[in-house]
């Protein structure tokens, strides 16, 4: 039962421009959200998180949308560069425990 | 602030062998979890400790898989007898606490059964 779902194995953007990730989610009971960069041969490093009690968060170029609403959150990145080249994972959780990851979207930008 | 560790990077076995796993997570986390990673995949939890009991061991197969941590510190998962599906990154993690939020991944151990 997959409850947070990625539904672009890949995505490919141009130097400069903007990279919009996205996540939907099953579970109404979500309430706290994370994205997770990943580089081959390495661990997920921890990117952004956002929880159900806000819409919008921001940190440098990198900005999280949630709509409850709709479950789904994206993740956007401005301007994208190539060193953000990685596979990002979106991570649902209930009061932080247990977190569910979705299949990842891999990420190339070109320079 | 050093990471989390996780041993060894690479394992291969044949099916039906055993191995092993471990991990110590970043000093004075609680939580420790568990994932399992299969290529084209997102992680899986497999186990998830607070300090040294467990939290969340739902989607642990038992008949194979066992995980411990001793003294609430570092912890091992044990695979036993291994199948070729069992082939995947082991990757361990650790948080402050269970509603922290934040996960600190180790670089992750792969498996691969022949």
């Known amino acids: 039962d997959q409850q947070v779902k990625q539904n672009s194995p890949s995505l490919s953007v141009q130097e400069g421009r903007i990279s919009i990730l996205n996540c939907d989610y099953t579970?109404?009971?979500?309430?706290?959200f994370l994205w997770y960069k990943k580089y081959p041969a390495e661990g997920p490093t921890f990117l952004i998180s956002i929880s159900s009690i806000k819409d919008k968060n921001e940190d440098g170029r990198f900005t999280v949308f949630l709509n409850k609403s709709a479950k789904h959150l994206s993740l956007h990145i401005v301007p994208s560069q190539p060193g953000d080249s990685a596979v990002y994972f979106c991570?649902?959780?209930?009061?932080?425990?247990?977190?569910?990851f979705g299949t990842g979207t891999s990420l190339t930008v070109i320079p | 602030e050093a990471g989390v560790a996780q041993s060894p990077r690479y394992k291969i076995i044949e099916k039906r062998q055993s191995v092993a796993f471990w991990c110590n997570p970043i000093?004075?986390?609680?939580?420790l979890y568990w994932y399992q990673q299969i290529l084209g995949q997102g992680p899986k939890l497999l186990i998830q400790?607070?300090?040294?009991?467990?939290?969340?061991d739902s989607q642990l197969p038992k008949d194979r898989f066992s995980a411990e941590r001793l003294k609430g510190v570092d912890s091992t998962l044990k695979i036993q007898p291994a199948k070729l599906e069992d082939s995947a990154v082991y990757l361990c993690a650790s948080s402050i606490g269970t509603d922290s939020g934040e996960l600190f991944f180790g670089e992750g151990s792969r498996l691969t059964v022949l």
């Open positions: 579970n109404s009971m979500f309430d706290y």
């Open positions: 991570a649902a959780s209930v009061y932080g425990n247990q977190f569910y």
């Open positions: 400790f607070q300090n040294n009991g467990v939290v969340d």
């Open positions: 000093s004075g986390h609680a939580t």
